[in-house]
């Protein structure tokens, strides 16, 4: 090496400063070096793990689009059905944020119990649409099936933290070191300890609103919730006298009705008593007395409107929810309604899905803004607004209108109701919040 130095120096003419020529040479060679090894990156570990940031940087941004050659695993989601929504779509973006696709989830039909034997799987694809919740998700985040795997590596097993000392800091520093070679490598990262509806929270609102609009019910729920609607229809449109009701059974689609989400079982009321108390917030709880004088004070209804009572089925047989309304308002639960037939047929996570679809309908929404199950609902129908150009829905309007009843607002009536689509994360809507945007 001396001997070449030397060789080339005098080519060169070093002149009196052979140290600087020197350096200069070194240069010129480690140069010509990288040019020869750039084709081979594997050979130089610099450029490849460089190559690798930039590939895993702005994977997430499309540019390279979603890798179907690596996959997320996740746990069973448990929990109720808009928890397990939350749960799926913080999966989803998690395996984005990867540049992963996720291998579709196996979600759970029964509540969530202690002994984890008795909660009853069910996969993704038996109550959503895989194919069209992947078309509508192109290019954002992607399902995947078992059946995809070349299972040429075993899986990378990756513990979630648990406990206050797991921060949100803590969760995302995990979830960039899996983008490192050394886990990146791997086909399947495999997520095991908690489930992931109590994983942090790094995503804004807005992507989590997009997941949701690509969850389409299969044709045979949707069918089911199509249903309850046109009963609900038909029975308002029969006691508003708005039409005779054809032979063949359609009715006035314009039929309006309100559908209140009453949460007034016994667990909700120790659980919303227990959470005032460690929060100091007097707007959770609210009486069946309190919901129906609310109610009945929304500005611009006309009279008589069908008022749909989306409520737990351990209080179907209480017959006093239908009864202390105001002149006007006509309550109906399944039962009353005729319909209780359709739900009895399906297991809990698919009742629950009907009852979500008749909510998100209505011409009216009335709910608890500490409830999942309401907060999913306002989402979904802010986001319709929004994408039928209306920014603003706090105004006289009541098409798509919502409601918090737990709220007071003008002339003693419910609080108007809009998601704040530009809110950095879920948390609110996750555990609830008493700032509902109007």
Same mark, same amino acid.
């Given at each position: !090496?001396?001997? !070449?130095?030397?060789?080339?120096?005098?080519?060169?003419?070093?002149?009196?400063?052979?140290?600087? /020529?020197?350096?200069?040479?070194?240069?010129?060679?480690?140069?010509?070096?990288?040019?020869?090894?750039?084709?081979?990156?594997?050979? &130089?570990?610099?450029?490849? =793990?460089?190559?690798?940031?930039?590939?895993?940087?702005?994977?997430?941004?499309?540019?390279?689009?979603?890798?179907?050659?690596?996959?997320?695993? +996740?746990?069973? #989601?448990?929990?109720?059905?808009?928890?397990?929504? #939350?749960?799926?779509? =913080?999966?989803?973006?998690?395996? =984005?944020?990867?540049?992963?696709?996720?291998?579709?989830?196996?979600?759970? $039909?029964?509540?969530?119990?202690?002994? #984890?034997?008795?909660?009853?799987?069910?996969?993704?694809?038996?109550?959503?649409?895989?194919?069209?919740?992947?078309?509508?998700?192109?290019?954002?985040?992607?399902?995947?099936?078992?059946?995809?795997?070349?299972?040429?590596?075993?899986?990378?097993? +990756?513990?979630?933290?648990?406990?206050?000392?797991?921060?949100?800091?803590?969760?995302?520093?995990?979830?960039?070191?899996?983008?490192?070679?050394?886990?990146?490598?791997?086909?399947? +990262?495999?997520?095991?300890?908690?489930?992931?509806?109590?994983?942090?929270?790094?995503?804004?609102?807005?992507?989590?609103?997009?997941?949701?609009?690509?969850?389409?019910?299969?044709?045979?729920?949707?069918?089911? $919730?199509?249903?309850?609607?046109?009963?609900?229809?038909?029975?308002?449109?029969?006691? =508003?006298?708005?039409?005779?009701?054809?032979?063949?059974?359609?009715?006035?689609?314009?039929?309006?009705?309100?559908?209140?989400?009453?949460? #007034?079982?016994?667990?909700?009321?120790?659980?919303?008593?227990?959470?005032?108390?460690?929060?100091?917030?007097?707007?959770?709880?609210?009486?069946?007395?309190?919901?129906?004088?609310?109610?009945?004070?929304?500005? @611009?209804?006309?009279?008589?409107?069908?008022?749909?009572?989306? +409520?737990?089925?351990?209080?179907?047989?209480?017959?006093?929810?239908?009864?202390?309304?105001?002149?006007?308002?006509?309550?109906?639960?399944?039962?009353?309604?005729?319909?209780?037939?359709?739900?009895?047929?399906?297991?809990?996570?698919?009742?629950?899905?009907?009852?979500?679809?008749? /909510?998100?309908?209505?011409?009216?929404?009335?709910?608890?803004?500490?409830?999942?199950?309401?907060?999913?609902?306002?989402?979904?129908?802010?986001?319709?607004?929004? &994408?039928?150009?209306?920014?603003?829905?706090?105004?006289?309007?009541?098409?798509?209108?919502?409601?918090?009843?737990?709220?007071?607002?003008?002339? @003693?009536?419910?609080?108007?109701?809009?998601?704040?689509?530009? $809110?950095?994360?879920?948390?609110?809507?996750?555990?609830?919040?008493?700032?509902?945007? /109007?």
């Amino acid at each position: !090496m001396e001997f !070449m130095d030397c060789k080339f120096l005098k080519s060169i003419n070093c002149g009196t400063k052979p140290i600087v /020529c020197r350096f200069f040479v070194l240069v010129i060679l480690i140069l010509v070096l990288r040019t020869l090894l750039s084709p081979f990156p594997g050979l &130089n570990w610099f450029y490849d =793990r460089s190559l690798y940031r930039a590939s895993a940087s702005t994977g997430p941004n499309l540019q390279f689009g979603l890798r179907k050659d690596k996959f997320l695993e +996740v746990p069973q #989601i448990i929990w109720g059905l808009n928890n397990q929504k #939350i749960a799926l779509a =913080r999966a989803c973006l998690t395996a =984005r944020f990867l540049n992963r696709t996720l291998l579709m989830p196996s979600l759970s $039909a029964s509540l969530f119990y202690k002994e #984890i034997d008795l909660l009853q799987p069910i996969s993704f694809d038996k109550v959503f649409n895989f194919e069209k919740f992947n078309s509508l998700c192109s290019g954002f985040v992607q399902l995947g099936r078992f059946s995809d795997l070349s299972n040429q590596t075993e899986p990378f097993e +990756v513990q979630k933290g648990s406990g206050r000392k797991w921060t949100k800091e803590r969760d995302l520093n995990q979830l960039n070191q899996c983008k490192e070679d050394e886990i990146d490598k791997f086909e399947v +990262v495999k997520i095991v300890g908690k489930n992931p509806f109590l994983w942090h929270d790094h995503w804004p609102v807005k992507d989590y609103a997009k997941i949701f609009e690509c969850l389409v019910l299969v044709d045979e729920i949707e069918n089911e $919730a199509i249903k309850v609607i046109s009963k609900i229809k038909e029975v308002g449109a029969a006691a =508003r006298n708005d039409k005779k009701i054809p032979q063949n059974g359609s009715v006035d689609a314009t039929a309006p009705y309100i559908a209140v989400h009453m949460r #007034i079982e016994k667990d909700w009321m120790i659980h919303c008593k227990k959470l005032e108390q460690r929060s100091n917030i007097n707007q959770i709880c609210s009486s069946k007395e309190e919901i129906m004088e609310r109610v009945s004070r929304i500005n @611009g209804l006309q009279y008589p409107v069908f008022v749909y009572l989306a +409520v737990a089925d351990s209080l179907l047989e209480d017959d006093s929810v239908l009864s202390g309304w105001k002149n006007g308002l006509l309550p109906y639960e399944k039962k009353r309604l005729g319909v209780w037939e359709i739900y009895k047929r399906y297991p809990y996570l698919i009742q629950s899905a009907i009852d979500y679809e008749v /909510c998100a309908r209505a011409d009216v929404f009335v709910g608890n803004s500490f409830s999942t199950f309401s907060s999913l609902v306002v989402l979904s129908r802010t986001q319709k607004l929004l &994408n039928l150009g209306i920014r603003s829905s706090c105004g006289e309007d009541l098409k798509l209108a919502s409601f918090a009843y737990n709220i007071e607002g003008e002339l @003693g009536g419910p609080k108007r109701w809009r998601t704040d689509m530009s $809110a950095s994360s879920l948390q609110s809507i996750s555990y609830g919040t008493n700032n509902i945007s /109007c």
